[in-house]
């Protein structure tokens, strides 16, 4: 699992968050956001 403070703070624009959270979960790895209180899991 990775923690990220924010939801902005993963990528660039919208299209690159959703490639990286699809390639950490096709990897097995979660993503935790803090500030905005979601979860990839």
């Given at each position: 699992m990775?923690?990220?403070?924010?939801?902005?703070?993963?990528?660039?624009?919208?299209?690159?968050?959703?490639?990286?959270?699809?390639?950490?979960?096709?990897?097995?790895?979660?993503?935790?956001?803090?500030?905005?209180?979601?979860?990839?899991?």
């Amino acid at each position: 699992m990775i923690l990220v403070k924010g939801l902005d703070r993963l990528g660039r624009d919208t299209a690159d968050r959703i490639a990286l959270i699809k390639e950490l979960d096709s990897i097995g790895v979660a993503a935790q956001f803090l500030d905005d209180g979601v979860s990839s899991e």
